[in-house]
């Protein structure tokens, strides 16, 4: 199989995956109970897949587009699925809709190059393992931050931090308490929650 050929595969794969995502999470959304129902629209839940769909690409710009592509239909596919389910018309725009079309270019690039560097061992290696661990919790430590409007949901903010720290101890092993991954997996959940932090003000 040429590689040309592959990679028509690899965007339909993606395109496959984004859709089944959008499903998936209106699906949670609507019959999960209590604080598991805010886990299905967890933006750091998105980019698990959309991650490892990056992961397949054997360069820079294949990987930031696989991870793109994934996280845009996530979005598309979202809002038409729960039109379908709310029973009312779907729109290709409004606020929201444009501003996580948006987010998702930019968790597109991020997390792509991250799996990029993941895949390749590089010098960057650490920059790009420590993402997935660091996203979820700085999701958690954000929430915390404004709990009082997430009393309802202290399980799901229990279970993102234990997801982030799980997952850092999960990926460095018995190099967990080195220097390099210390200092990505800090610097990255520190961004994440500024970047949570923009987030929260522009949908409040």
């Known amino acids: 199989m040429n590689l040309n050929r592959k990679n028509t595969f690899k965007v339909i794969y993606s395109f496959l995956l984004g859709l089944l995502i959008g499903i998936l999470t209106v699906m949670g959304q ?20 959309a991650f490892f769909m990056a992961f ?3 360069k820079k710009l294949t990987a930031v587009l ?15 699925i729960e039109s379908i389910v709310n029973k009312h018309t779907f729109v290709f725009g409004g606020y929201y809709f444009y501003l996580w079309l948006i987010c998702a270019v930019i968790g597109g ?8 560097f993941h895949r390749q061992k590089c010098g960057h290696y ?12 700085a999701e958690g430590l954000s929430e915390i931050i404004h709990l009082s409007g997430y009393m ?10 234990f997801i982030g720290l799980a997952l850092y101890f999960i990926i460095y092993k018995n190099d967990f308490y080195k220097r390099k991954p210390l200092i990505s997996f800090c610097v990255f959940t520190a961004f994440g929650v500024v970047g949570y932090e923009l987030l929260f003000r522009l949908t409040t």
């Open 126 to 137: 650490y920059w790009g393992a420590s993402l997935l661990p660091a996203v979820f919790l």
């Open 152 to 161: 309802h949901m202290i399980p799901a903010i229990i279970g993102r931090i």
């Open 66 to 80: 696989l991870c793109t592509e994934t996280l845009l239909v996530c979005v598309i596919s979202y809002y038409w």
């Open 109 to 116: 690039i991020i997390f792509g190059l991250g799996a990029y």
């Open 56 to 58: 397949s690409g054997q």
């Open 30 to 49: 609507k019959y999960l109970p209590g604080s598991l129902n805010s886990l299905a629209n967890s933006g750091a839940i998105w980019l698990i897949p």
